[in-house]
């Protein structure tokens, strides 16, 4: 196994990672799939590219704004739309995400259009390819957000471990009522989750677009990505991560050793084959599986 | 539900039927003869229109007695629409069979045997899970006709040429609308008589509380396989028929936005309603062309205009959003409580008992 | 001399559920300041449903103060909501499901929000070692996940989470379920120490009479939605039924009568009065 392979599954698993947290904390908090998650990434990039009016050289501070915006409409995603939905089925609301990704899209086709967007192109930075050792080749977005995902990543699950506010939210996950019996708001702590899980999304939404391309249609990326939570546990960030590095790998190895239009299909049959051995994932809590 | 209209059942046989009030009878009746006299009067563009009604109400049909009836999620309708499709363009492509009745029997059976297939997970997960089980095999079975499409080298699809019945071919809307409108009259009746059945009360009581239904003699293995096969077979079927009505079958229609829209058109008309179904399918298939409608009407800016497409996303989107924010319960819910005004009026709510 | 505002005054409450069901009718009682106060009845007789009303449940399930007032400190909370009367001072150790399963000890008494300013953090922290010297127990097993406490020490720390709500009103709901009685007697100890300490009010709400009419400074019996009998413990304890159908101490041999036998015998003999 050559360096280039394990430098395309790290990259690959940094950006799933990032997105699987984004599924991870909207589920303990809402017990729901969120699957907007991937028009929130797209959002994120669509801002991004918007700020580039800005002129170049700001580009920390676009970045910044860009995810700070993505968290908020996020929050507001959750007040508007998800808290008047408590006690309703699982199924309802996870088809309200729908209705939410079908809306966020068109609107951004509207606004966007579906022409192929370039932002570091438009702010007249140069992708460049980093040469690591043994002869593995990343460009510095992919250097970037693979430092990034373990920052962020890292961050949230200290953040979850350690700050009150964190334990809050774990607390509000677990049990709403007696979290509010505790004095505890809850809904402010599932609205943070809600923009966390966003800002996660963003980041990866921020790499596609300035290493790939700006499009609507990078959202897919986000239902490609619901692999990794569902075979790491939707209730653990950690479990997310590995199970990012094995579709990662799986898929990459398919791509080269098998074909090429295997490499879409390769995280659905890791879904089934976790539905079937093991539906709550790798290190996901055994829960007794909700009805519908 | 209210009902304070004192209206009583003198007889079993009253009891039992289908359409039991003499009100029931004459609507319908009235309703078949408005139907029958539509081509008529409508445009041709109207009665194609309501040509892809009448093939939606039948995935809407299979959609809500799998989701509605028996309370199993599945994700996975634009998968079995695809077989009953593609099934179609294999006996047309390969077999050189294109009869109409019997490609689409053969296409139902495909879908019955995938729907087994696609409901095994059921007997291991329920909720979250199960919809993504049914997603992913959803993603097998279209990657699946993909690969067959491109093998084939018809990338640009599969040509399924028109149904005929003997000497008689159903080439323009008209004749589509008749025959369409006899298979969906039919597959409706079929479907109510269906949950009004042993099989439907199985469903439901599965629905509702499984583990109770389990205790309650319902053998949960049998009745759920039977509602993925019976949905499937009929999603299929649907699929089959939309494939001749379009002349032709491609891998690209079978996204995951077909399975939405036929999952909008059961919450928007109502899960657990046959009438939910058939309101949900006319209103989701028109909604893009009252969309167009409006645009064309009102004065709109020329950059709305040239993006009909966006703003009909828009719309269908925003339509499931504003569903679950108002009326969770869809169409039925709201047409209930019209009724209930209506019926109860000057008071508010009965009093005796629970609705 | 003029007597001091009681801390809580529920004045002729009645709950309604679903818009139909009335669980809760003409109940008054009054909580003194520093007193405790005992509220028992037997499975039904609406005793949670008063302890949801006043701390501001009820939306949750379905129901609504349809007449009569509840008023805390002199102004009215009814119709608050939760996080409102807790910042008010009113903290709930309720029924079932007290702790959070999956968090430690320590994690599980961080999550309480304390009432007063962030510069309290001072205060917060002097009533946490407070708390370990009250719950020596708990201090031992401040790492360990609450899911594998005992019912004793979960129940202890439910109540610890409440204190640090700092509240001036606590409301006990159904303290005694699934503890042994050694166990319980240790936790009416530690609370009444609790109580004298920082000059705690308690409303105890139990079906266990017995504990609740030793507790407390004065009671209330609740059957039917609706308060049928109140008087300091001594009161309880001489009246006849309480002591038969409360308290199981009759003069015949037989015990705690069923529920049945007793809807019949109140409807031979007048109870009220």
Redesign the interface.
Known sequence: MDAQLVAQVVVLAAFYSLVGTGYVLVYRASRVLNLANGELLMLCAYFLFALTVLGRGLLPLMVLLALVLVAVVAGVIYWATIRPMTGHPVFSIVLMTVGLAIVLRGVSELVWTAQARYPLEVLGITNKTLHLPAGAAVTVVEAGAVAAAVLFIGGVIAFLRLARIGMQMRASAEHPVLASQRGVNIHLAFALSWALAAIGAGIAGLAFAANVRLEPNIAEQGLRALAVPLAGGLTSILGTVIASLMVAMSENLAVRYADPLLAGVVPYFIILAFIILRPWGLLGEEEELERV | MASGSGYFYTSYRQALAVFDTAFKKQALFALAIAVALFPLVGSNFQVHLVNLCFIAVLGALSQNLL?GYA???SLGFAGLFAAGGFTAALMVKELEFSAFIPVVAAASAVGAVLGVLVGL?SL??????????T???H??IV?GA??YQHRLGGSAGIVIPKPSFGPLIIDSDREWYYLLGVVAALTTLACINLVRSRVGRAWQAIRDR?IVAEACGIPLVRYKLLAFTVSSALAAMAGAIDAYHAGFVSVEKYS?LLT?QY??MI?VGGLGSILGSLLGAFVITLLPFVIDFIVHIFPTPER?VI?I???Q??A??????AV??LE?RGLVALWERVKSFFQLWPFKFMVSGLR | MSTPQPLLRVHNLEVTYHRKLVAIRNVSLVVPAGAMVGVIGINGAGKTTLLRAISGFLPGEDAQITEGDIVYQGRSIKGLQPHETTSLGIALVPERDKVFLTLTVEENLAVARWRGGSSDGKSQRRVLEQIFEWFPLLAERRRQVAGYLSGGERQMLAIAMALLNNPSLLLVDEMSLGLAPSVLAHLEDRLRAIREEMGLTVLLVDQFASMVIRISDYCYVMENGGIVFDGPPERLLAHEDVREFYLGMSDSAQGVKSYREVKQYRRRRRWYG
């Not at chain 2, 291991?124 to 089980?133: F, M, Q």
Request: hydrophobic share 60%.
């Open positions: 989701i309370g199993q999620v997970p291991r997960v329920k909720g979250l899970y199960l919809a993504v089980s997603l992913a095999l993603a097998v990657y993909s690969e499984d995951f939405v999952l909008a919450v709305l993006n497409l966006q703003l996303r828009i269908f989107g925003g339509v499931i959003v679950f924010l969770p």
